[in-house]
């Protein structure tokens, strides 16, 4: 009787694990090989689990590997993310360790849960190290394994998690599809898999995640440009050599008339492949649907006509734009001082932005394959693509009291091969009493026509529409 109470004592007293804990997954882990439009660029490594020695904790370790070709540089990137959970139900996120090498730059980010907030250490080599204090996480042990649990529940999950490049948190939603396994084939063999369908409001990507009977990823699609695919150790490490710019590119079928590159300029691209959510109209790109599948855009570049407002300017979309964050520094004493030091003392915000966009153009070296991910780190390189030209920009504008922010999309080019093609590219947008296109890379304080826009702020948004775009007709 006494060793009955005991025990039932034992067990009441003993804090209760949250479902996720113990959902079948991989002991040792799991490989995943990484595909862009078929081509091998990389690998990932997940594992999840308790901690060693402290059954109330729970830990997810995830790494990435990228290697591509960009131009004729190589560029890798490395990515650890380690993050560890009370393991009770909801437990919050105690710490994160994330550690990043490669193209993009070397640092570690170190987080720690405190009373005030998620305490950051930031530490990059021949730099002083950064302390900053963020808002507490709203993350959970549940949102670590959204889409095992989704599954075993079989209802949505709506968590926020941390995204591990800027650090700001974002929504993560996953539902399960609701059918019964069926069969997939992947890498040739045909496993029975349930399927969950997340979204990450950071990329903004639909991703379908086919889990089978013992937990394992067989496959993640990101709507189908990419694939990551269930693979061992040693197939998953061994990774294509890919020339990213002309095998993301979209051929045209002829060039583009010179008034395309003229202020003011017009082109007009007939294109299949467009989602709907892809079709927004702006003051530069206007939409009309043919058919249902293919779409007439026609992109006007013009002088801006409020050019007379005086810096600092409030943002009209409530301050995103004038914020200093992990990547774009605005705050930074680096990009501050050679913001003041460039515009002088010029107080209109147009004729600012148009210095600081020249300024960025000629004193940047093209390097494509040398990027940075944080703007006080291009100021030391002073090198980069077309995303450095942009970033940089970006932050030496809001440190002006600019609103600006970065623009993904194509622009025409053609390169060694002779090919009319649009090529992947970044460039800026800033609010000088409206909003206006400007492209610090080829130094044209009006981005011209042959700048299609799809998304903003180097958000993975654009992900599904690489590969899928065809332009049938150039006007």
Request: hydrophobic letters at 35%; one cysteine or more; glycine letters at 8%.
């Amino acid at each position: 009787m006494l060793t009955w109470l005991l025990v039932a004592l034992t067990a009441a007293a003993a804090p209760a694990k949250s479902e996720v804990v113990d959902l079948p997954r991989p002991a040792d882990g799991e490989y995943l090989g990484l595909y862009l439009n078929g081509k091998k660029i990389g690998y990932t490594f997940m594992k999840l689990g308790p901690v060693a020695g402290k059954p109330d904790q729970f830990e997810t370790v995830n790494e990435f590997v990228m290697k591509a070709m960009v131009g004729n540089n190589k560029s890798e990137r490395y990515l650890k993310d380690v993050r560890v959970y009370e393991a009770k139900p909801k437990g919050k996120l105690l710490s994160f360790f994330i550690e990043k090498k490669g193209d993009g730059g070397d640092e570690t980010l170190e987080g720690t849960s405190t009373a005030q907030g998620l305490r950051m250490l930031r530490k990059r080599p021949n730099q002083p190290n950064e302390v900053k204090t963020l808002p507490a996480a709203r993350e959970t042990v549940e949102d670590a394994d959204q889409y095992r649990l989704a599954l075993k529940k079989g209802v949505k999950l709506v968590g926020d998690v941390i995204d591990a490049q800027d650090l700001e948190q974002y929504r993560l939603t996953t539902t399960p599809d609701g059918k019964p396994p069926a069969d997939r084939t992947i890498g040739g063999v045909t496993v029975k898999v349930r399927k969950v369908v997340s979204i990450f409001d950071h990329e903004k990507v639909e991703t379908n995640v086919y889990i089978d009977d013992k937990g394992r990823i067989a496959e993640m699609d990101f709507q189908g440009t990419m694939r990551a695919t269930a693979e061992p150790p040693d197939v998953a490490k061994k990774i294509d050599v890919v020339e990213v710019f002309s095998h993301t590119r979209i051929t045209l079928p002829n060039e583009p008339s010179p008034v395309a590159r003229e202020i003011p300029g017009q082109l007009t691209l007939v294109a299949t492949g467009v989602p709907e959510k892809f079709r927004r109209d702006t003051y530069r790109q206007k939409f009309k649907a043919l058919d249902k599948d293919q779409v007439e855009i026609t992109i006007t570049a013009l002088q801006p006509t409020k050019t007379d407002l005086v810096r600092p300017l409030t943002d009209p979309n409530g301050g995103t734009n004038l914020k200093s964050t992990l990547a774009v520094e605005s705050a930074h004493p680096k990009i501050v001082e050679l913001a003041k030091k460039v515009v002088g003392n010029e107080k209109n915000a147009y004729a600012a932005a148009k210095k600081v966009v020249a300024w960025v153009g000629q004193n940047m070296t093209k390097d494509y394959g040398s990027s940075s991910d944080r703007a006080s780190d291009i100021v030391t390189s002073m090198k980069g693509d077309c995303t450095e030209h942009a970033l940089l920009a970006v932050a030496m504008l809001r440190s002006l009291g600019i609103p600006a922010r970065r623009v993904d999309g194509v622009v025409y080019l053609k390169n060694d091969d002779g090919v009319p093609a649009l090529y992947w590219h970044e460039w800026v947008e800033a609010y000088v009493g409206e909003w206006t296109q400007l492209d610090p890379t080829f130094n044209q304080p009006v981005a011209d026509a042959t700048h299609f826009a799809v998304g903003e702020e180097s958000n993975a948004e654009i992900t599904p529409l690489i590969g899928s775009v065809h332009v049938v007709k150039v006007k």
